[in-house]
Each structure stands twice: as C-alpha cells, then as structure tokens.
C-alpha cells in the first residue's frame, strides 16, 4: 500500500534572477540584483528591509507596475512584463489590489466612491459599483462612513477604505505597502485578520511590504532584503525567536 | 455616462473653490470675445445699412472704382442710357448721392447725405418710407429725413437753451438751397453717422454743386424671369461700369470699411485678449488642478487606468468646464446686447460667432488640458509607493 501523494501548493509568484536598474551610464543604479523568489498561492509574504532596499521596486515589478530590466517573472503563470503598456494595465485592474502607505484616496469622492474605484476602473455601473463598496466598507465597520469624504475621516478609518477598495474586486494578488502603520494595535490586527483571510482563499496571494514588528508573526513567509538582494526567507516563528 | 467620465466629473466639481474659479475665467472669457465679436458684426452689418434700405431694384450700376456706398465716382448722364439699352433691363433709373452742408433752423451747419432718387417713379427711396411720405417729394423743395435724428442729431436747439425735435414743416436749407421737410422715413442703425435726407434727383442736382457728372448710381430693375447674374455680366460687359447686387454692393462696402480702418484690427485684439486671458486662466487652474491631484492620478494608473483613459477624463472634465464657462457668459454678452440695445449699441449675435466662439474655447481648454495630460502621462505610477 502505498503513502497518498502530497501535493505543494501551486506558485502564486515565481521570480528568477529578476534584476532592475534606473538610469544609465554613471548614474546608473542597481535597485535589484537577482532576486530568486517564489511565493506560494494562499499565504501571507511579508517583506522587511531598510529604507532603500529595494522593497519597493519589487513589489512595483510583482505588481506589472515596473518591468524588470533583466530575469524572469510569473505572476499566476503570467508575466506582465511581456505585455504592452495597456494590456498590462488591465491585467493590473482585472489581477491586483493595492493598499498604498498613503492612502491616496480622491479627496472627492466618499469613502464608498472610493472603495468602489477598482470596480469603476473596470466598467462596472456606478450605482452597483458604489453599492459593492458600501458592502465592502461594512464588513470593515465603516458601514456609518460611507457617505463620508476623506478628510472627515481619522487615519485609521482613511486605511480601513483604502483596504476595502483594495479587495472590492476580489484581486488574486493583493500589494500592501505599511498597510498598519496609521492603526492603532486592535484596529491592526483585524485588518491582519483580514489579509490572512484573503490570502488563505485558494488562488489568492497577499505581499505586505512593513516595518510593524506587531504583524511579523502573522505571516505564512518572511522576506528579509537588504541592498537590491533577498537575505533570509524564513518562517515568521524561527525569524522572531532569532 | 461610462464610470470613469463620472469619476472625473465628480473629482472637478468636488473641489468647489478650484471649479468655480475655472468655469469663472472661461465665463469672463467667453463673455468678452462673444460680446466683442457680436459688437463687431453689428458694426459690420451696419456698414452696408443704405444699400440694404434702398427698395424697389436689383442691381447697382457704378463706377467699377466705387470701393463703398460713400464712395462717390459719379457717372456722365449718359450712363443712363448706355444702361437702358442692355437687353434684360426693364427699367433703369439715376441716384444722386453726396455730402453737402446743410443749415438747420437754429443756424447749425451740419453734413448730411443728400440723395436724390427719380422724379418720376420715386423708386430707390427708403423701405421705411410710407407712401404718403414718398409722394410728398413731389412738392416744392421737399426733404425726408430720418425719423430717429429729429431729436439728435438734427435737434433744433431754441433761444432758451432747450431743444425741440426737428418736425414736419420745419424749412432747412442745403447748399445755401431751401427745403422743407415734408415727411420721415425709418432707416436701419447706420455705420456712417451723417444724416441721410432724400429728396428727388432733378432737386438734388440744384442743391449740388455743378459737376460734369452727376449721376451716382444707375438704378436697374430686370425684366421678370430674368437671370440677375447674367444680366449683371451683360451691363458690365457692354458698359465697362460695375453691377452689383444689393447684397454684393453691401457686401463690398463692408469689406472696404473693416479693410481700411482700425475696426478689424481693434476688436480683434480685443478678442484675441479675451481669448488669451481665458486660455491662460484655464490653463493655469487646469495645471494647478492635475497637480494637486497628481498623487491621485498615479493611484489610479496605477491601479490599472491606462493613460489615454485617463487623458479622456481630462478631456471630460475640460469639456464640462468649458461647455459650461462658455455657456454662461455667452449667455451674459446676450444678455448685455439686450440690455445696452436700447442705447443704439450695435450688436449682433450671430451663429457662427457662436460657434466659432465656443470652438475657440474649448480648443484653449484642451491646450490647457492637454499641458496637464502631458505631466500626467509621464507620471510614474510607481511612486505611489513612494511617501
């Protein structure tokens, strides 16, 4: 009788010796140097390093915002570096969540105008699309608030919508940057919750670019980088007890 | 309206104090090159005022150097007949017209138009004259004059100061000449601001100064059915004078007069400006407005908005501003032009300044909106990331 087969996880991300330069000649800047990479689907990567690292670019080359300038790239067996401009735009519509550090709601727009926008950008009706983001605000508690404009918010509330218009399309890959660092410890850790909740559906994919050392331990994979490379990848428990 | 077009609209008139002060500048804008514009096409239109007053014909036979109604190159008395002898001609008829002094019953000398139209049918007289007044040109020394100068221009001041609106029965002299106005006519705003007095043509050459020649214009009707264009063709041809029709005659007065003074180029400055100043108020709040949203702009590229989207919803938000600036104040320079009509301005606003205007708008709305775009386009979406 033979042992039933185990089967990994599929590939959410695969990355092979992806590199990425700005400028040329003497001014030119090595922002990555090879990065190997993969990250499964259904888990929480979080990526830590010092200001100037590279975090940033590579969450920009894993989201088809950048291109890299050398190495290979999957993102849900896709590579969004081979395509045109504008066919990569709407795979970044159709594929990718972002929650920026600052926000960068309309000013506007009500908080369920904004957490409507993914939807907005994809051709979905107003009305329904707003409706979707209303739905999307309550289940962050901010069922009150829909009618709100940003400025009327407080910062905690302000990342609570930039989170919901993040997954109001229901992305596979969701980008985080500092997704925590405007929260207070409670309202951080349901947004955690949140996030590992999204992540641990099967297809999806979340990469948290953070400093909070609160959150580390809530991450299936932990990305250490320093000076355009990766310098550890570890299980969150091993990382913080070294 | 598709998603994205709402999107823009709403992230234009969600800044209150940015909006208005857009659709505020392209108001004034708007305001100043329809109302310039409308002024300037009431001046023109008043240039050709006499010729189009003039009833009964349908061709102005003249000196082929006449450049205007006021250009007065008079033919010999025998043009008359030369005239009459083309075939297609049913009548022909001479028009004297010049400047002479005239003497009011105050002692004023004033200048006057005198023109003198055919003894015997009375045609080329004013379309606003009544019958009655027409035929009491047969009497002795008769004048009409124009019924909205009686209190202005031909006012008759009295010994106490006041002044009296020149009336029927009032006897003037021309050119040392005595006449006496025996009816009024209602004449269309004129360009050239010397009254017009009409009287018959045998009585105006007594009040001219004699001349060789002293026949103005050969007045022409066509035979019924007759082509006016070819019968033009034939008088110039067989007669090497000019023929006009009233709209072509009218038409050359008005090219001379904007060709051969200051009018053209000054309302066009002043339209240019107009123009200009729009343009830049536009565009300077339109930067400033994509600046300030910038950050937002790169949200949206970078959450898959791609650039010609989002060059399309600047465009609607330009559209929208402008259709709107434009609007109003071409509804104010409307407006203005009914208001100040009663005080004589010349004004009119026709469908093409309107739609050459709202063009010259929107096109320096999406100048401005497109300096924006271009920032826009080179915008990294990647810096969002960046705080």
Known sequence: MSAPAIHPPPLAIRCTGVTKHYGSGDTRVAALRGIDL????????????????????????????????????????TDPARMADGARAEWRAATVGFVFQQFNL?????????????????????????????????????????????????????????????????????????????????????????????????GRSVIVVTHDQRILRYADSLLRMDDGRIISESEPSSDMHA | MQPLDRLAYRMLIGDRLKYLSLVAGLVFASLLVVQQASIFTGYADRTGSWILDSDGHDLWVMDPQVDMSEDSKPLLQTALSRVRSIDGVAWAIPLYKNYLKARLPDGRLITVRVVGIDDASLAGGPRGASREALASLRRDQAVLVNDAQLATILAVRQPDGASRPLAIGDAISI?????????????????????????????????????????????????????????????????????????????????????????????????????????????????????????????????????????????????????????????????????????????????????????????????????????????????????
């Open chain 1, 38 to 77: 993969a990250i499964d689907e259904g888990h929480l990567t979080m990526l830590v390093g010092p200001s100037g690292c590279g975090k940033t670019t590579l969450i920009s080359i894993l989201s088809g915002i950048l291109a890299p300038s050398a190495g290979e790239l999957s993102v849900f067996g």
């Open chain 1, 106 to 202: 309309l000013p506007t727009l009500t908080a369920a105008e904004n957490a409507a926008v993914p939807l907005l950008i994809r051709g979905v009706p107003w009305h329904q699309a707003v409706e979707r983001g209303r739905a999307r605000l309550a289940e962050f508690g901010l069922g009150d608030r829909c009618a709100s404009l940003p400025r009327e918010l407080s910062g905690g509330q302000q990342q609570r919508v930039a989170i919901a218009r993040a997954l109001v399309h229901e992305p596979r890959l969701l980008v985080c940057d500092e997704p925590t660092s405007a929260l207070d410890h409670e309202t951080g850790e349901r947004v955690i919750d949140v996030l590992r909740s999204t992540a641990l559906r099967p």
């Open chain 2, 175 to 387: 050119n040392e000449h005595s006449a006496v106005v025996t009816g009024t006519f209602t004449a269309t705003p004129d360009f050239f601001w010397d009254p017009v007095i009409y009287t018959t043509y045998s009585r105006a050459l007594t009040m001219a100064p004699p001349e060789r020649r002293s026949t103005t214009f050969v007045l022409v009707k066509a035979r019924p059915g007759a082509d006016i264009a070819a019968l033009a063709a034939r008088i110039e041809e067989g007669t090497g004078f000019a023929a006009l029709t009233t709209e072509e005659f009218a038409a050359r007065t008005r090219t001379y007069v904007l060709a051969q003074t200051g009018i053209l180029i000054n309302f066009g400055i002043t339209i240019a400006l107009g123009f200009v100043i729009g343009a830049l108020v536009a565009a300077q709040t339109l930067y400033s407005f994509v600046l300030e949203n910038q950050r937002a702009l790169a949200a949206l590229k970078a959450m898959g908005v791609r650039n010609a989207r989002i060059a399309r919803m600047v465009v609607v938000q330009v559209l929208v501003v402008g259709v709107l600036g434009y609007g109003i104040g071409a509804g104010l320079a409307s407006l203005s032009g009914v208001l100040l009509g009663g005080a004589g301005l010349a004004f009119r606003v026709s469908w093409t300044t309107l739609v050459l205007g709202l063009c010259a708008i929107l096109a320096s709305c999406l100048f401005a909106g497109l300096l924006s775009v271009r920032r826009v386009m080179r915008l990294d979406p990647a810096s969002v990331f960046k705080t």
